[in-house]
């Protein structure tokens, strides 16, 4: 008995080596194989084009910088154009896919905001309200470095977060009002001064309401490069223009049926007065008021990364503004007035035009060209001239809420074709059809102010100002001094 004891425990120690070895094989290649599956399940997945943001409805493939991704235990996985939107998704699944809960998350992905590299995004280190702004506006900053997160912290500011620290109180200090997701789509960061029309596409479904008050002041005749003094003018001329003011309140409205289309439609209600003089030193004035031509027009995106955005402006202006404006003068009651005292061309005018913007931290910048061109003669047998203008400009943010700009804008235009049969040329440089054209070139500075938060939501004031630091005119003709936009708009 004891020998067949003996026999097994020698049997046993012979080949435990050899079994314990195979076990271990064994249990290695399971651990193995199951290390592939995870690492198999965590691959980025690819975003494609047509793929939207589950919590914003944007295009996440046109931000590649800002990419971030969910990926499902079942393979599947949803895409977003920011850490900011990824985590409203994984804080509460469920409020934007029905099907889906965080049981189901097999990981989080998102990309070094400096290399571009896939990383963990629960070994991320984030940093919150910097001056960073991305697709949506303020983001959520993430870096698989800490000594990257930092040095981005000392030129952007914001502060640290770990991925489990980030909660529903810390994306309400990027969308105070409740409603981040929307909020934040509506403004984008900076927006373009308020003396830019058609400057920015708003997000599909948006609205947006604006009124504008314009004054031009002019004062002083000019030809060509130097000033002419009104007995100069009144050398040539029977009368001679003193000055001019224009006020416009333009009401605008907005709407964006998709992410790349947005239509708008201004209507301008112009109030035009001029100061006069005769030979015979007699002083008077004249006045035109009512709506002038009416514009609508469709912006079109063509390129929108987030930093960087271009689109095509594309207006028609209807001839609603009156041309056979009438006032007393000397010459007697209800005279015809000149080209610059009526309200609209009388003609459909095409406006074509392209803009571009960008944004990197606080700083903002843009450009934007606009071409009006005129279709056929109107019904008093002239064409105001074609123009051209050229604008650009850069901003710097205040905070969150002021944002300041710095603009040059340069236009030219031409001389009347064709001339009214009731105006006499000779009579006041204003009537003369080959006295109208010119180039200009405006500096002006501007502030706005959007609120992000409460009630007043949505709201943007903003005013920009400035002088001409160049003129050239076919004169003599009147000159500006100095112009004023003052803006308000409200979009949801």
Same mark, same amino acid.
């Given at each position: 008995?004891?020998?067949?004891?003996?026999?097994?425990?020698?049997?046993?120690?012979?080949?435990?080596?050899?079994?314990?070895?195979?076990?271990?094989?064994?249990?290695?290649?399971?651990?193995?194989?199951?290390?592939?599956?995870?690492?198999?399940?965590?691959?980025?997945?690819?975003?494609?084009?047509?793929?939207?943001?589950?919590?914003?409805?944007?295009?996440?493939?046109?931000?590649?910088?800002?990419?971030?991704?969910?990926?499902?235990?079942?393979?599947?996985?949803?895409?977003?154009?920011?850490?900011?939107?990824?985590? &409203?998704?994984?804080?509460?699944?469920?409020?934007?896919?029905?099907?889906?809960?965080?049981?189901?998350?097999?990981?989080?992905?998102?990309?070094?905001?400096?290399?571009?590299?896939?990383?963990?995004?629960?070994?991320?280190?984030?940093?919150?309200?910097?001056?960073?702004?991305?697709?949506?506006?303020?983001?959520?900053?993430?870096?698989?470095?800490?000594?990257?997160?930092?040095?981005?912290?000392?030129?952007?500011?914001?502060?640290?977060?770990?991925?489990?620290?980030? %909660?529903?109180?810390?994306?309400?200090?990027?969308?105070?009002?409740?409603? /981040?997701?929307?909020?934040?789509?509506?403004?984008?960061?900076?927006?373009?001064?308020?003396?830019?029309?058609?400057?920015?596409?708003?997000?599909?479904?948006?609205?947006?309401?604006? =009124?504008?008050?314009?004054?031009?002041?002019?004062?002083?005749?000019?030809?060509?490069?130097? &000033?002419?003094?009104?007995?100069?003018?009144?050398?040539?001329?029977?009368?001679?223009?003193?000055?001019?003011?224009?006020?416009?309140?333009?009401?605008?409205?907005?709407?964006?049926?998709?992410?790349?289309?947005?239509?708008?439609?201004?209507?301008?209600?112009?109030?035009?007065?001029?100061?006069?003089?005769?030979?015979?030193?007699?002083?008077?004035?004249?006045?035109?008021?009512?709506?002038?031509?009416?514009?609508?027009?469709?912006?079109?995106?063509?390129?929108?990364? +987030?930093?960087?955005?271009?689109?095509?402006?594309?207006?028609?202006?209807? @001839?609603?503004?009156?041309?056979?404006?009438?006032?007393?003068? @000397?010459?007697?009651?209800?005279?015809?007035?000149? =080209?610059?005292?009526?309200?609209?061309?009388?003609?459909?005018?095409?406006?074509?035009?392209?803009?571009?913007? /960008?944004?990197?931290?606080?700083?903002?910048?843009?450009?934007?060209?606009?071409?009006?061109?005129?279709? /056929?003669?109107?019904? %008093?047998? =002239?064409?105001?001239?074609?123009?051209?203008?050229?604008?650009?400009?850069?901003?710097?943010?205040?905070?969150?809420?002021?944002?300041?700009?710095?603009?040059?804008?340069?236009?030219?235009? +031409?001389?009347?074709?064709?001339?009214?049969?009731?105006?006499?040329?000779?009579?006041? @440089?204003?009537?003369?059809?080959?006295?109208?054209?010119?180039?200009?070139?405006?500096?002006?500075?501007?502030?706005?102010?959007?609120?992000?938060?409460?009630?007043?939501?949505?709201?943007?004031?903003?005013?920009?100002?400035?002088?001409?630091?160049?003129?050239?005119?076919?004169?003599?003709?009147?000159?500006?001094?100095?112009?004023?936009?003052?803006?308000?708009?409200?979009?949801?």
């Amino acid at each position: 008995m004891r020998n067949n004891r003996n026999k097994w425990k020698t049997f046993f120690l012979q080949r435990a080596p050899g079994f314990l070895f195979v076990c271990i094989i064994v249990f290695a290649s399971s651990v193995d194989c199951r290390a592939q599956i995870d690492q198999v399940a965590v691959q980025p997945q690819l975003i494609l084009s047509d793929q939207t943001c589950p919590v914003c409805g944007m295009y996440p493939a046109r931000y590649p910088k800002w990419h971030t991704q969910i990926i499902f235990h079942d393979g599947q996985s949803v895409a977003f154009d920011g850490s900011k939107d990824m985590f &409203r998704f994984f804080l509460n699944p469920s409020a934007f896919a029905p099907q889906r809960t965080r049981e189901d998350i097999a990981a989080v992905l998102v990309r070094d905001f400096n290399s571009g590299t896939w990383i963990d995004g629960q070994q991320a280190y984030f940093i919150v309200a910097s001056n960073e702004f991305g697709p949506m506006g303020m983001e959520i900053i993430p870096f698989a470095d800490r000594k990257d997160a930092q040095s981005f912290i000392d030129v952007h500011g914001g502060q640290f977060a770990r991925f489990m620290e980030i %909660n529903g109180q810390t994306l309400e200090t990027l969308a105070p009002d409740g409603d /981040g997701h929307h909020t934040e789509h509506l403004h984008h960061g900076a927006h373009e001064p308020i003396g830019v029309m058609g400057g920015h596409i708003h997000g599909a479904s948006e609205w947006m309401v604006s =009124y504008r008050f314009m004054r031009m002041d002019m004062d002083g005749n000019r030809k060509g490069t130097s &000033r002419v003094s009104t007995s100069d003018v009144l050398t040539d001329f029977m009368v001679a223009p003193l000055n001019m003011t224009m006020d416009m309140h333009m009401f605008g409205l907005m709407y964006a049926p998709t992410n790349t289309l947005t239509l708008m439609a201004m209507v301008p209600y112009l109030d035009i007065e001029m100061d006069h003089v005769t030979r015979m030193g007699n002083k008077f004035t004249t006045e035109s008021d009512g709506i002038g031509d009416i514009k609508v027009s469709a912006l079109y995106s063509l390129l929108d990364t +987030g930093n960087h955005k271009v689109h095509l402006n594309a207006a028609i202006s209807l @001839p609603t503004g009156d041309i056979d404006q009438e006032d007393d003068t @000397p010459a007697g009651p209800n005279q015809k007035l000149p =080209y610059p005292m009526q309200l609209g061309s009388g003609t459909w005018d095409l406006l074509p035009g392209i803009t571009y913007s /960008g944004q990197d931290g606080a700083w903002s910048w843009g450009s934007q060209a606009l071409a009006t061109i005129r279709l /056929g003669e109107n019904s %008093n047998d =002239y064409t105001l001239g074609n123009r051209l203008n050229l604008t650009g400009w850069v901003g710097h943010q205040l905070g969150r809420p002021a944002n300041m700009t710095l603009r040059l804008d340069g236009q030219t235009w +031409g001389n009347i074709d064709g001339a009214d049969p009731d105006l006499n040329p000779m009579m006041v @440089p204003t009537a003369d059809p080959d006295r109208r054209g010119g180039t200009r070139l405006d500096l002006l500075a501007g502030v706005d102010y959007m609120r992000h938060s409460g009630a007043l939501t949505g709201n943007r004031l903003a005013i920009e100002g400035g002088v001409p630091i160049y003129q050239d005119l076919d004169g003599p003709q009147l000159e500006t001094d100095w112009l004023l936009t003052v803006g308000w708009q409200f979009m949801w």
